[in-house]
């Protein structure tokens, strides 16, 4: 597929990228690139996806969906921190470092096709797009900051540290007076960033924008590299916590309409508008793994509190027009595939949908409070704190087993918990 969209000063092109790692992931992606095709045609995605841990029929998924919209695939090798004796082999918090790490493979990009990169933004694979975000990433503003001083620099958002559902796992500096869009006035507003408290000096790394350079990328991986995997094990959110260590003083500030996380529509309504979403994060439970319902009030339910039933349905009224358009293209083998990882009309009807859905949110389970109860302070639960079950596997407290180790990382029997970057969510071979 050709690639369009050149940067005005000539060094390249611009272009967005994702990450998929799982076929579970896979109506995310697609329906992100459909909808970033439908506002920014010009600018084409890279769907970076590891062909180890992706099956066939999703592989030949992608191909086919790569031939409708302005996409481009670049298969990538997974990156993985090695296994230590002196690491657990259970427990949610050591699986969710199987794939999180892959993202940084995304610095290495630095031609496509023949032709070089100029700007790279990456977004995670739960994101859609509802309006052109191209003028609010690839601008002279930001390009200034990301050439200026040795060049080594992002752009992204803040973290938001509201952390209104109480998480246990959450630092307790997580508090709304903490979160950089408690002082954002209104949609056209850009959060600072300050060095306090230090919460606003940290970024979400579900939306970042960089220069693809072989210097970056030698800074990124080298630091990667060079940092004891003891301390890269002890990162809660791996990808996001170390780019944040790595760009400490180096990141300037993008709209938060590039990285709207579906919570802010009722924790910052003053800075929400519907209108001005460019680019929607669906946190924690996928909108693809069940139907939204709807209350006997007429109230529209989604999610595992039940609050984000009006984005969700933003999603699958996408899916409805993608699904419409591919079935007109005769795509049958396409549309039979991503059924298979979409919750049926009748909802959460198989483990892999429900390991998506409302499960995501076993990972806050997966925290007990410390002896200091209240101070934010957290630790995991081990294998010690669990007991066998009737079929002789050993389960944690609340029920889940344990995980057998397999020849590159943990083998499922239940849901994988894992995280790239924004908050806990699910994943599952």
Not at 13 to 38: D, E, I, K, M, S
Not at 62 to 73: D, F, G, M, V
Not at 310 to 317: D, G
């Amino acid at each position: 597929m050709s690639v369009q969209e050149r940067d005005s000063n000539s060094n390249g092109f611009n272009a967005y990228a994702t990450l998929l790692t799982r076929p579970n992931y896979l109506a995310g992606a697609l329906l992100l690139a459909y909808t970033l095709n439908q506002h920014s045609p010009s600018t084409p995605l890279i769907i970076l996806y590891t062909p180890e841990t992706m099956s066939e029929h999703s592989i030949n998924a992608l191909r086919a969906e790569a031939k409708h919209p302005n996409t481009i695939l670049h298969p990538v090798d997974h990156l993985r921190l090695p296994k230590s004796d002196n690491d657990s082999e259970h427990g949610m918090v050591a699986e969710r470092f199987i794939d999180t790490w892959t993202k940084l493979r995304v610095f290495e990009v630095l031609e496509i096709e023949g032709k070089r990169l100029g700007r790279l933004c990456f977004l995670d694979a739960d994101m859609m797009i509802f309006r052109d975000p191209t003028p609010l990433i690839f601008n002279a503003e930001n390009d200034a900051y990301l050439s200026s001083g040795d060049g080594k620099r992002l752009c992204a958002t803040h973290i938001c540290v509201c952390n209104l559902d109480h998480d246990a796992w959450a630092p307790k500096t997580w508090v709304p007076e903490n979160c950089a869009y408690t002082h954002v006035a209104g949609p056209d507003s850009i959060a600072e960033v300050k060095s306090e408290p230090e919460t606003m000096s940290e970024m979400n790394t579900g939306t970042f924008l960089f220069h693809p350079s072989s210097g970056l990328s030698s800074f990124v991986l080298g630091a990667f590299e060079s940092t004891p995997h003891s301390e890269l094990r002890k990162l809660k959110f791996p990808d996001q916590d170390f780019l944040n260590m790595v760009f400490h003083g180096r990141w300037s500030p993008l709209s938060w309409r590039t990285n709207v996380l579906k919570t802010w529509r009722y924790w910052h309504p003053k800075m929400w508008r519907d209108s001005e979403v460019a680019i929607l994060h669906y946190i924690v439970d996928k909108p693809w793994a069940a139907h939204v319902s709807t209350s006997p009030s007429g109230d529209k339910i989604a999610g595992y509190k039940g609050d984000d039933g009006e984005t969700h349905s933003w999603w699958w009224a996408a899916f409805a027009k993608w699904s419409a358009e591919r079935s007109f293209q005769n795509e049958t083998e396409l549309l039979e595939t991503v059924k298979r990882y979409v919750a049926s009309g009748e909802g959460e009807d198989n483990e892999e949908m429900r390991a998506m859905g409302g499960g995501s949110q076993d990972y806050a389970k997966k925290w007990v409070k410390s002896e200091g109860e209240g101070d934010g302070q957290s630790k995991q639960l081990d294998e010690k704190d669990g007991e066998d079950g009737e079929d002789g596997k050993r389960r944690n407290p609340d029920g889940r087993p344990d995980l057998l180790q397999g020849p590159h990382g943990p083998i499922l029997r239940k849901p994988m918990i894992g995280e790239r970057g924004h908050g806990p969510v699910v994943r599952q071979r």
